[in-house]
């Protein structure tokens, strides 16, 4: 079992940045691969960024690559989520997600069913 935390959303002015955090217990984080994923208002989950189980290998939606970054601190039982150049169509709930598999194709990254463990989300809103 993975408890997921989410924290660090909020109001930000467009050009801006945040940092998401998301804190885990549980004995599997550091064998699981962590995505976020984000909803907007009317829209489906969608990916944003992962990381696999020891940081080596990272995978981004196109249209955040650039701007977000993705890394963890598995000493810390922590992903977190770098969102730079912040724009309005970022503005959206911020979900992390782990998936504790031994072995992930680029395609899992991105799939949510890919992932066993979701938290409850961060709403992050981007104003212009």
């Known amino acids: 079992q993975v408890h997921l935390v989410e924290s660090g959303g909020g109001l930000v002015q467009v050009g801006g940045s945040l940092r998401l955090s998301c804190a885990a217990s549980?004995?599997?984080?550091?064998?699981?691969?962590m995505g976020w994923f984000r909803q907007a208002p009317g829209k489906e989950r969608e990916f944003v960024a992962a990381?696999?189980?020891?940081?080596?290998?990272?995978s981004y939606a196109d249209p955040v690559k650039g701007r977000f970054t993705i890394s963890r601190d598995n000493a810390k039982n922590t992903v977190y989520l770098q969102m730079n150049s912040l724009k309005p169509e970022d503005t959206a709930v911020y979900y992390c997600a782990a998936a504790p598999r031994l072995y992930m194709t680029e395609s899992d990254y991105k799939w949510s069913d890919s992932y066993d463990y979701w938290g409850q989300g961060t709403q992050v809103t981007v104003s212009s």
């Open positions: 549980g004995r599997t984080f550091s064998n699981s691969a």
């Open positions: 990381i696999s189980r020891r940081g080596g290998v990272t």
